[in-house]
Nanobody, 117 residues
């Protein structure tokens, strides 16, 4: 079982920056991929950015050039640096992890990001 602990959400004005953090803990797991998804009411959860244990990053088109995902696979940590925030980035952001040992996916509890002037 993998537990994901998120932090770093909050309120920002358009153009400002926020950083989200996520740490995985548990026993007998092997994280292959970690990432961030987001969801707004009435819409499906969507991928924002993912990072494999080998360091390959993938981004949604809407955040390319503004968001950067990075992490330390040895520590099972992942971060999302969000720059030049826009109102449409407002959402609940969820940390995601895929455990290649069990073939299972895990989600954090979500952290709210609000971008508003």
């Amino acid at each position: 079982q993998v537990q994901l602990e998120e932090s770093g959400g909050g309120l920002a004005q358009p153009g400002e920056s926020l950083r989200l953090s996520c740490a995985a803990s548990g026993s007998s797991f092997r994280i292959w991929l970690m990432g961030w998804y987001r969801q707004v009411p009435g819409k499906e959860r969507e991928m924002v950015a993912t990072l494999t244990a080998r360091g390959t990053a993938n981004y949604a088109e809407a955040v390319k050039g503004r968001f950067t995902i990075f992490g330390e696979s040895a520590k099972n940590e992942v971060f999302l640096q969000m720059n030049t925030l826009k109102a449409e980035d407002t959402a609940v952001y969820y940390c995601y992890a895929y455990d290649s040992g069990s073939g299972s996916s895990f989600w954090g509890q979500g952290t709210r990001v609000t971008v508003s002037s």
